[in-house]
């Protein structure tokens, strides 16, 4: 069983349209994450959702909108997608940020690579 | 402003031989310092991690140094194998905010 899983693994779509990625993880944590990995290997933070609710909200353009519906699922939704976009996107979950413990690690999906046209 | 950096970009080690990554920090805020390995077309994967309460962290053959003074942490591979061969990436966080900070990534490469 894949324990944050996401898709879709490869998104090739046109300038402008509008795009989605889903994100679910089974291992009964309360904080989700997406991460984008630019083509430089560079990692940084997007949103965080605890229990649904939003508590980081990186300087991201409005044009990424995050949704929760629950607390296994974090959805990324992009609007108007632009070349500089193009990047692999990671979701990831946590038991407990805040510890700095073993209950701290990040459990990341396998990446959704996004090309845009 | 980058909060965590981390030298050298790349490192070609041959087996058997120590490979050493090493980071630095600007925020003293930060209290929790872990260490990712990510396999090409994989999700990064949690190694090691140190809290700055101790100098040193030794898990198997993967080491973290950590100079509290300094503000750096340094991650040791000992008899390297060319299965270790990966990018690895340093990070940071905090009490409060807790979202990884990361460092910009070694390519290691492990030459049989």
């Known amino acids: ?117 | 402003q980058q909060q965590v950096k981390q030298s050298p970009q790349s490192l070609i080690v041959q087996k058997g031989g120590i490979s050493i990554i090493n980071c630095a920090y600007e925020n003293t805020a930060f209290d929790y310092f872990p260490w990712y390995q990510q396999f090409p077309g994989k999700g990064p994967a949690l190694l090691i991690a140190i809290r700055p309460d101790v100098s040193e962290k030794k898990e198997g053959r993967f080491t973290i140094s950590f100079n509290k003074s300094a503000k750096q942490f340094s991650l040791h591979i000992m008899d390297s194998q060319p299965g270790d061969s990966a990018t690895y990436f340093c990070a940071a966080s905090r009490a409060g905010r807790r979202a990884l900070t990361f460092g910009s990534g070694t390519r290691l490469q492990v030459q049989p």
């Not at chain 1, 990424?64 to 996107?89: C, R």
């Open chain 1, 1 to 117: 069983d894949t324990a944050v899983s996401q898709t879709p693994k490869y998104l090739v779509t046109q300038m402008g349209n509008d795009k989605s990625i889903k994100c679910e993880q089974n291992l009964g944590h309360d904080t989700m994450y997406w991460y984008k990995q630019d083509s430089k290997k560079f990692l940084k933070i997007m949103f965080s959702y605890n229990n649904k609710e939003l508590i980081i909200n990186e300087t991201v353009p409005n044009r990424f909108s995050p949704k929760s519906p629950d607390k296994a699922h974090l959805n990324l939704h992009i609007n108007s997608l632009e070349l500089g976009d193009s990047a692999v996107y990671f979701c990831a979950s946590s038991q407990a940020p805040g510890t700095g413990g073993p209950n701290e690690k990040l459990f990341f999906g396998s990446g959704t690579q996004l090309s845009v046209l």
